[in-house]
């Protein structure tokens, strides 16, 4: 299991330095000449049809946002199910402090973001972008301190950025879901239910899932529901063990999750960066990045996040409901709080749900986002550099 853990954090790790290298490449294309290039390539329509029986048009920003970032949905679902069943969160001594410290994470943010803008309904919808944790790169921060954060704390910033992406999930679902197509409801949950039947006849064949995870996909998409949970749905459909034809014990879950995880770090979620951190800087003002959506983003990532991990962390170990990861100290568990900051991805996503293509905040949403990520991941990097383990502690 450890070497499991170890070669996860790697490859996170790797991926979130990525995504730091394609976000400076953003931001060049948005803001040189070639930005009138990017945003034509953003925008670019694509169409899928099928006679007269299917049609989805997108540009091709939507078929990022509403389609890879499907398959990025279905690995964190794939790891909460294995976390849940086999792993770090399979008790509830293993659950109780990653899961007080992301409520926290996503409680306090939300009402910083509430102090800004209770006055402005539109505004109002955006209340969830500072609720967001990226793993991958808070993962790639820590990798560059090395042997200095122990192995533990990075398991617990895992799996409170797993009970984060829970949350964010939760939220997309209930927040963020436009008029409702009740036929494509339907036909969705007629796919539900072969999922679940083909889970009960112990069918190890992941290819089958896939087909009907697409056929799901499609009518989430058509039904007003976020299209990415079905990436969600499906990743709990698929049994974690089974008996194949053969007679031998498989994981379908280990063996998807395997599979895709090295397309969604090295691939979809650099693409996602790409076509959704290109802000452009040139006609900003200091007016415009003070409006109080841009001020709820920054002090939400900033200021709401560690104060709500931390202090929830604070309360349940006070409270004696859990304790904190072996070697590791209060110094370094505000590092990591601070580090949680990062929303990026996560919290661009959200972004796109909330305000979708309106452009009342001047992009300074985004803006927001960077700066809210970048001062958060600069402050937890010099914090836990400084901070050091427990004495006689093997890390």
């Given amino acids: 299991m450890k070497v499991l853990v170890r070669k996860f954090l790697q490859k996170e790790s790797t991926s979130g330095i990525i995504l730091m290298f394609v976000t400076v490449i953003a931001l060049i294309f948005s803001n040189t000449f070639l930005s009138e290039f990017y945003n034509t390539f953003l925008h670019t329509k694509i169409e ?14 939507l078929w990022v946002n509403d389609g890879l970032m499907a398959i990025f949905f279905l690995l964190i679902g794939l790891e909460i199910k294995r976390e ?7 008790s509830f001594s293993k659950i109780a402090l990653p899961a007080f410290a992301a409520l926290g994470g996503m409680v306090v943010p939300a009402l910083v973001f509430l102090f800004f803008n209770y006055d402005n309904d539109f505004a109002l919808r955006g209340w969830a972008i500072p609720t967001a944790t990226d793993i991958a790169f808070a993962l790639g921060i820590l990798s560059l301190l090395g042997r200095r954060v122990p192995v533990s704390l990075k398991i617990f910033l895992m799996a409170l950025a797993i009970f984060d992406d829970l949350g964010a999930i939760l939220i997309i679902a209930f927040f963020y879901t436009s008029q409702l197509s009740f036929f494509s409801l339907a036909m969705a949950l007629f796919c539900i239910v072969t999922l679940y039947l083909m889970n009960k006849m112990q069918i190890t064949l992941v290819s089958a899932y896939a087909l009907v995870g697409i056929v799901l996909w499609v009518f989430v998409l058509k ?3 976020h299209a990415t949970l079905a990436g969600i749905i499906l990743a709990f459909t698929i049994p974690l063990n089974a008996i194949n034809e053969k007679r031998k014990r498989v994981s379908p879950v280990k063996s998807l999750q395997h599979y895709i995880h090295f397309w969604v770090a090295f691939y979809i979620l650099p693409i996602f960066a ?7 800087l040139r006609d900003m003002s200091l007016e415009k990045l003070t409006n109080p959506v841009a001020l709820g983003i ?26 904190l990861p072996r070697c590791t100290t209060w110094g370094q568990i505000y590092g990591i709080s601070v580090l949680t900051g990062i929303g990026f991805t996560m919290s661009l996503f959200i972004d796109s749900l909330a305000y979708l293509d309106s452009d009342q905040f001047f992009y300074t949403d985004k803006l927001a986002i960077l700066i809210g990520s970048i001062t958060s ?3 937890g990097y010099l914090i836990l550099r400084k ?6 502690c093997s890390v």
């Fill in 48 to 61: 899928f049809k099928i006679g007269d029986l299917l049609e989805i048009s997108k540009p091709l920003i």
């Fill in 84 to 90: 849940l069943l086999l792993g770090h969160l399979s």
């Fill in 223 to 225: 039904s007003g529901i």
């Fill in 274 to 280: 790409f076509v959704n951190a290109g802000v452009d």
């Fill in 298 to 323: 920054i002090f939400g990532l900033f200021i709401g996040k560690q104060v709500g991990v931390f202090t929830f962390t604070f309360i349940a170990v006070k409270l004696k409901i859990a304790k």
């Fill in 377 to 379: 991941g600069i402050l």
């Fill in 387 to 392: 901070t050091k383990s427990k004495k006689h």
